[in-house]
């Protein structure tokens, strides 16, 4: 099993620029989230949702959109990257019961907007 | 509302010292408790869970006992390696909410 896949790994953008950070699952999970991880900081939840077509704002969802059309896919989109967005961004998912599992996070994807 | 506390770091040791990291929460009722490693460069890991009171999750040879007198869930290993350098995150969830709560983080570098 692949877990969970972010793509692309690396990324840096221009002030003002779009892109669409990629996350996928192949366990079929129910729930999925996006995070963000400034330097020694903690995670702030950008997005979540909890099935396809159903998505939430977390604390931090200023800036971003998200999408959730299959089970598998949950992208993120940057419409107008500003230097505050610098920071890496992890994807997460989970089953229903998360009391019971936790989550799974992708490895990341580093994003520096310059 | 629910919140996690860690201590602060970054925790420097010794390779086959003892090791402790704090974690105190608070949250009504019977919240599952976790602890996720993030190794340099990588996304979270789950180390250990607990999802009741006086459960002790174990793994690695890492060990937390959840304490529901204290509302403690500390992280321990009796030695550490240079391979456990890393971030180590505390977090919970409560009853049917969607998402855990996290603590800051503790960084912890292992010196040989």
């Known amino acids: 099993n692949a877990g969970v896949t972010q793509t692309p790994k690396f990324r840096i953008l221009k002030i003002g620029q779009s892109m669409t950070l990629q996350c996928a699952q192949d366990?079929?999970?129910?729930?999925m989230y996006w995070y963000r991880q400034d330097p020694g900081m903690g995670l702030k939840l950008i997005y979540y949702s909890v099935g396809a077509g159903i998505t939430d704002k977390g604390e931090v969802p200023n800036g971003y959109n998200v999408s959730r059309s299959t089970t598998e896919d949950f992208p993120l989109r940057l419409e107008l990257a500003a230097p505050s967005q610098t920071s890496v961004y992890f994807c997460?998912?989970?089953?229903?019961?998360?009391?019971?599992?936790?989550?799974?996070f992708g490895s990341g994807t580093r994003l520096t907007v310059v | 509302g629910n919140s996690v506390t860690q201590m602060e770091g970054p925790v420097t040791l010794s390779e086959e010292a003892f090791l402790t990291i704090n974690c105190t929460y608070t949250a009504t009722g019977y919240p599952s408790l976790f602890w996720y490693v993030q190794y340099p460069g990588e996304g979270l890991q789950l180390l250990l869970k607990a999802t009741k009171a006086d459960d002790k999750g174990s793994n690695k040879g890492f060990e937390a006992t959840y304490r529901k007198e204290t509302t403690s869930f500390h992280l321990e290993k009796g030695s550490v390696q240079v391979s456990d350098s890393a971030v180590y995150f505390c977090?919970?969830?409560?009853?049917?909410?969607?998402?855990?709560?996290f603590g800051s983080g503790t960084q912890l570098t292992v010196l040989p």
């Open positions: 366990m079929n999970h129910n729930y």
């Open positions: 977090a919970l969830i409560r009853g049917s909410a969607r998402q855990l709560t």
């Open positions: 997460a998912s989970s089953w229903r019961e998360v009391k019971e599992h936790g989550y799974t």
